[in-house]
T-cell receptor
Framework: GAGVSQSPSNKVTEKGKDVELRCDPI?????LYWYRQSLGQGLEFLIY????????KSGLPSDRFSAERTGGSVSTLTIQRTQQEDSAVYLC?????????????FGPGTRLLVL | AQSVTQPDIHITVSEGASLELRCNYS??????LFWYVQSPGQGLQLLLK??????LVQGIKGFEAEFKRSQSSFNLRKPSVHWSDAAEYFC????????????FGRGTSLIVHP
């Protein structure tokens, strides 16, 4: 079956512009995560959606970052007024249930470059 | 809260040699433990995971890992490395109860010489 897909694959933007990154999780997966991976760094947790519960936004680095998940499926991560330090690979993952125990299935990521 | 340490940023091995990637965790109880691999330009893929039971876990691509409670470690091993194993390897820890968000290590980059 289809895996997790993300779009666009690459995004180049100018400092100060807004960007939207999209994630299509595996059908039926109730949990969805966004991570940021900077060069030479591990995965930085950003936000977590589980079913219809309120998302866990504890990892969002600033109020310029927001995310939503519509219909329990597709998710969009929005970065407003982008800064150069936002340049990174943004990874989306989904899992069938609670992350602590479940395997996460990752998309290929969106590589964001802020000039 | 749990934490993960991967002490080696880079590891270089010759093709055919054995491999061990280190992972140490900090958690108050027995955690869920994972190893993921990230090939260039790809997302992360699960290699293996430990929940309970046998402390030696077999995974895909000939990898195995051993959970050692006394050392708080979950090291990844492979007896004979192939050039296609060159990738970034991440260890992750999931908590039993409480936060359901896994914690990832910083990763170890594996370089394979022919």
């Amino acid at each position: 079956g289809a895996g997790v897909s993300q779009s666009p694959s690459n995004k180049v933007t100018e400092k100060g512009k807004d960007v939207e990154l999209r994630c299509d999780p595996i059908s039926g997966h109730t949990a969805l995560y966004w991570y940021r991976q900077s060069l030479g760094q591990g995965l930085e947790f950003l936000i977590y959606f589980q079913g219809n519960s309120a998302p866990d936004k504890s990892g969002l680095p600033s109020d310029r970052f927001s995310a939503e998940r519509t219909g329990g499926s597709v998710s969009t991560l929005t970065i407003q007024r982008t800064q150069q330090e936002d340049s990174a690979v943004y990874l989306c993952a989904s899992s069938p249930g609670l992350a602590g125990k479940e395997t996460q299935y990752f998309g290929p990521g969106t590589r964001l470059l802020v000039l | 809260a749990q934490s993960v340490t991967q002490p080696d940023i880079h590891i270089t091995v010759s093709e055919g040699a054995s491999l061990e990637l280190r992972c140490n965790y900090s958690y108050g109880a027995t955690p869920y433990l994972f190893w993921y691999v990230q090939s260039p330009g790809q997302g992360l893929q699960l290699l293996l995971k430990y929940f309970s039971g046998d402390t030696l876990v077999q995974g895909i691509k000939g990898f195995e890992a051993e959970f050692k409670r006394s050392q708080s470690s979950f090291n990844l091993r492979k007896p004979s490395v192939h050039w296609s194993d060159a990738a970034e390897y991440f260890c992750a820890v999931g908590a039993r109860g409480g936060s359901y968000i896994p914690t990832f290590g910083r990763g170890t980059s594996l370089i394979v010489h022919p």
